[in-house]
């Protein structure tokens, strides 16, 4: 018996399950009579039957799962459940594999990039199918899995580590890791049925305030329009958006322990949510001043609004859009990029290396420039008045030197194939923080569609890569992974 065993048999069940989230677009195809009934059938069909034969196949291997067994079923449950999902695009839309896959992944890392077009007219199903995705990417699966799995003779602790982002993945909620998990995913629900009827009170029909409540909780950025938030021109729909948006910017696990003891005073101990906020504000004012004062709206309250919608939406990962920001300053679009990159919080479902990682590495640097004005000074760094223990710094580091690296050396990759830079330093940011859009070619106002097969590929990995924080997918990469 294959020492991955139960790996495989742990990934024929979570295939099941999520075989069984297909069930709610099915329905609505069949309802609406849009044709793409026959797709789901043999998606569904196919994706339970792959299931059950592994579960089948490896179902007498119940041994818990080891620190290696967690790391390869993450990234076997990221790479292959798109494979999956992919299966309605292809038969109903004609999309190539590549593109269909793109498009999965893109909603399953809670990317939002896509390589549709016209989206206002396709099917209800395709549109509610993409949206689902990041919703249940959003939480992750797996989290969803452990509170599932150990009822199955599954523990899901190595499972939770390697999925939980953050560099403080050992901090618990609750006793047991499958009542954190339960607890993450009651909070996510709960929130998620707040902003979809706060979209409908906005304005929205139920239907585009489903989508996009699954899609902002998710900070994944599919929307079921081609004109995104702009096709609502509505301030009241934006701020809905935007409340939400930072809501699932923030730690979900803060979120949890406010829910919990019905008050607000967890977000006042959380050392990343104050950070966070006041970074945005001040985001929002700058950028609002600058593209105001260069003439790209008449009045400062319209450029607050454009600026407090579009900054949010990017700095938080998730890539709507109510105007064309790339038309702006070149300065406003890279700083929004930029704040993609780290201001979101860990355990949020937004991407980049997080605030709480950008707050170590700051203090960290704060700590050595001491340092070398007072060699003999003793400066320990803190987080929310707890000493960072050293392990933690140096994977902080490592993190962040391995995510400049993934940055620069696949954006060479991208100019390599003849991408002018700008297209390929901004799509390789925006995959690897699964943030969506990103500049040029890869803007706002257009797809994903115009890039040749092998750049669509680069993005891809860019996402997987960024969605599983860089380390979980290169230790599987690793020789010594693999050997006994």
């Not at 009651?186 to 996009?212: E, Q, R, T």
């Not at 509505?234 to 406010?258: D, K, W, Y």
């Not at 679009?333 to 980049?352: D, H, K, Q, V």
Request: hydrophobic content about 50%; glycine content about 10%.
């Amino acid at each position: 018996m294959t020492r991955f065993a139960p790996v495989y048999r742990a990934l024929g069940m979570i295939i099941m399950l999520f075989g069984l989230t297909m069930l709610a677009p099915l329905i609505v195809s069949y309802l609406t009579n849009d044709g793409a009934q026959t797709a789901y059938d043999e998606a569904f069909a196919l994706t339970m039957l792959c299931g059950a034969f592994l579960w089948y196949r490896y179902r007498r291997c119940k041994r818990d799962l080891n620190i290696r067994d967690g790391f390869l079923m993450v990234v076997l449950v990221w790479s292959v459940l798109p494979a999956f999902a992919a299966i309605p695009l292809m038969l109903h839309l004609g999309l190539s594999h590549t593109d269909a896959y793109f498009e999965t992944v893109s909603g399953l890392t809670t990317t939002g990039s896509t390589v549709l077009s016209n989206i206002d007219n396709l099917p209800m199903s395709i549109n509610l199918w993409r949206h689902q995705l990041v919703w249940v990417g959003g939480m992750g699966l797996i989290v969803l899995a452990i509170a599932i799995l150990p009822l199955l003779g599954i523990g899901g602790r190595q499972m939770f580590k390697a999925e939980t982002p953050g560099p403080m993945k050992d901090a618990k909620m609750t006793p047991r890791i499958a009542e954190t998990a339960k607890g993450l995913w009651l909070v996510y629900l709960g929130v998620s049925i707040a902003c979809i009827v706060g979209f409908h009170w906005a304005g929205m029909s139920w239907f585009d305030a489903i989508c996009h409540g699954f899609s902002t909780m998710g900070l994944g950025g599919f929307s079921t329009h081609d004109a995104s938030f702009g096709y609502f021109d509505s301030p009241a729909i934006e701020m809905v958006a935007i409340t939400f948006m930072l809501i699932a910017g923030m730690n979900f696990g803060t979120l949890f322990l406010a829910v919990n003891g019905r008050s607000l005073r967890p977000y006042l101990h959380d050392p990343e949510a104050g950070w966070f906020i006041g970074v945005c504000l001040l985001s929002i004012l700058t950028i609002a001043i600058y593209i105001w004062k260069d003439g790209a709206y008449p009045d400062l309250d319209t450029a607050l609004r454009h600026s407090a919608f579009n900054v949010v939406s990017i700095a938080t990962t998730t890539g709507y859009a109510s105007v064309d920001f790339a038309q702006w300053p070149i300065f406003a679009p890279l700083w929004m990029l930029f704040l993609s990159s780290f201001a979101t919080s860990a355990g949020s479902t937004g991407g980049g290396i997080k605030m709480m990682r950008a707050l170590l590495l700051y203090k960290q640097v704060y700590r050595e420039l001491l340092r070398a004005m007072h060699p003999s000074a003793v400066y320990n760094i803190r987080i929310g008045g707890q000493v960072a223990p050293q392990p933690i710094l140096f994977a902080v580091l490592s993190f962040g030197f391995m995510y400049m690296v993934s940055i620069v050396s696949l954006t060479l990759v991208m100019a390599f194939t003849g991408l002018d830079i700008v297209s390929a330093f901004t799509a390789v940011v925006a995959s690897v923080n699964n943030t969506g859009p990103g500049l040029g070619v890869v803007g706002p106002s257009t797809t994903y569609e115009v890039l040749e097969d092998f750049q669509t590929w680069i993005c891809i990995f860019g996402m997987l890569l960024g969605r599983l924080e860089i380390f979980t997918l290169l230790v599987v990469l690793t020789p010594a992974f693999w050997r006994k």
